[in-house]
T-cell receptor, first 113, second 111 residues
Framework: GENVEQHPSTLSVQEGDSAVIKCTYSDSASNYFPWYKQELGKGPQLIIDIRSNVGEKKDQRIAVTLNKTAKHFSLHITETQPEDSAVYFCAASGESGYSTLTFGKGTMLLVSP | SQTIHQWPATLVQPVGSPLSLECTVEGTSNPNLYWYRQAAGRGLQLLFYSVGIGQISSEVPQNLSASRPQDRQFILSSKKLLLSDSGFYLC??????????FGPGTRLLVL
């Protein structure tokens, strides 16, 4: 089955800096890669996703890049703000036709004012 | 627009007691539905998923079961709770392709 590794487990940055979170996956058949933001005590919220036919996608201050050959994808947050502080999860699609996702273990991002 | 509800929000139960958590989705039909558990400070573990009424797939053998009595209703149950069942339970619905949207979660504490 699919295995997703996520690094780092914690990331501390100053407000205004950029933050990068990286994930690798094992199943070359995976073709969908979402990122979720989870604030304390709440359910994860989808913030951006990318499909395997695209190498990069951007939405305001966040962007995701995908390298299918190397089987890794990354989340980039620019001009970080204190409200970006949360746990971020990457995920990769599971076996085709079952619509399941395999999640990384999460990255706690702390943005200091 | 679509909305997903979970209740209760918080639950404290004694060991050995039964459990019933409910999830409902509004604004969509025939969604894929999922139950996840998240232990404190850890990732998301898929417990069950359903592609239709009465169709349940289990990902992890355990003390829990799931049912889907209606198209947009998903229930997580247990006959006898264990201490290890404590955690944050999340329901999600599947939209186009593999996209999943999560509910607000139920925090369960088994004492």
């Amino acid at each position: 089955g699919e295995n997703v590794e996520q690094h780092p487990s914690t990331l501390s940055v100053q407000e205004g800096d950029s933050a990068v979170i990286k994930c690798t996956y094992s199943d070359s058949a995976s073709n969908y890669f979402p990122w979720y933001k989870q604030e304390l005590g709440k359910g994860p919220q989808l913030i951006i996703d990318i499909r395997s036919n695209v190498g990069e996608k951007k939405d305001q201050r966040i962007a995701v890049t995908l390298n299918k050959t190397a089987k890794h994808f990354s989340l980039h947050i620019t001009e970080t703000q204190p409200e970006d502080s949360a746990v971020y999860f990457c995920a990769a699609s599971g076996e085709s036709g079952y619509s399941t996702l395999t999640f990384g273990k999460g990255t706690m991002l702390l943005v200091s004012p | 627009s679509q909305t997903i509800h979970q209740w209760p929000a918080t639950l404290v139960q004694p060991v050995g007691s039964p459990l019933s958590l409910e999830c409902t989705v509004e604004g969509t039909s025939n969604p894929n539905l999922y139950w996840y558990r998240q232990a404190a400070g850890r990732g998301l573990q898929l417990l069950f998923y359903s592609v239709g009424i009465g169709q349940i797939s289990s990902e992890v053998p355990q003390n829990l079961s799931a049912s889907r009595p209606q198209d947009r209703q998903f229930i997580l149950s247990s006959k006898k709770l264990l201490l290890s069942d404590s955690g944050f339970y999340l329901c999600a619905w599947g939209g186009a392709w593999e996209t999943q949207y999560f509910g607000p979660g139920t925090r369960l504490l088994v004492l």
